[in-house]
């Protein structure tokens, strides 16, 4: 009963890593951790995509604004290219096999490219925010408020219309392409939520519940509980 979770990782030029909240959060759901390193050979890539039952898409450097079609503003952080193209592609193969997808901060945003839309590269510098999204706070603590929408799966399993979450983010979705949709923002308008209306699980959020869920904050944890148990339908 176990579904097995793709999760991908940040990289530098010696190391792969992922945050252990992630694995953790993802066990405390009753899933198993798929840790997935950057290949590039298309084989091995649709194998892994078939083997898993769930994609959950971590945060970390920032996505390279060549994929939207802009160039990289003085603001913008690290970048690496290769990581972009693997999750890229196992996204567009996880959507044609309807399998579920959890995306968390940087994973929210490259999931809104991966379906056409754009990012803002710096809130900031593009912005009228007066929010500060990027917390110094410790990574479980409840830092802004968000308004959820009301006929969204977000709702739909959190059952709330409002919650507070973390928040450690410069980028966010700007433009959102069908069949994406907005269901969640901050008070100052920037995008806090997206989902996706043809998909029966496909879910990003801005913010990082997996840092929220091991300190057991009940919504964080609900978010999880949905994702493993969407993917328990999938499980090989």
């Not at 603001?75 to 997808?101: A, C, S, T, W």
């Not at 496909?202 to 913010?207: N, R, S």
Request: aromatic residues 8%.
């Amino acid at each position: 009963m176990y579904p097995m979770i793709a999760v991908t990782m940040a990289l530098d030029e010696k190391k792969y890593y992922v945050n252990k909240d992630y694995i953790q959060s993802i066990v405390q759901a009753g899933g198993i951790p798929f840790v997935i390193s950057n290949i590039n050979d298309p084989l091995m890539i649709q194998k892994m995509v078939r083997s898993c039952d769930g994609l959950l898409l971590t945060g970390g450097e920032d996505v390279d604004p060549n994929h939207y079609g802009e160039e990289p503003l003085p603001q913008i952080g690290v970048i690496v290219p290769e990581r972009d193209e693997l999750e890229l592609h196992v996204v567009r193969l996880f959507l044609q096999q309807n399998k579920p997808i959890f995306a968390i901060c940087r994973g929210c945003q490259l999931l809104n490219v991966a379906f056409g839309g754009d990012l803002y590269q710096d809130i900031p510098s593009q912005t009228a925010s007066i929010i500060n999204h990027e917390q110094k706070a410790p990574r479980g603590y409840p830092y802004h408020s968000i308004k959820v929408f009301a006929q969204s799966l977000l709702y739909r399993i959190l059952q709330q219309e409002k919650i507070r979450v973390n928040s450690y983010h410069h980028q966010a979705a700007k433009t959102i392409r069908e069949p994406l949709r907005v269901c969640a923002i901050a008070d100052d308008g920037i995008v806090e939520a997206i989902e996706s209306s043809i998909h029966d699980f496909v879910l990003g959020v801005q913010w990082h519940p997996e840092g929220m869920a091991i300190v057991h904050d009940k919504y964080a944890q609900m978010l999880f509980d949905a994702f493993i148990h969407a993917s328990q339908k999938y499980k090989n």
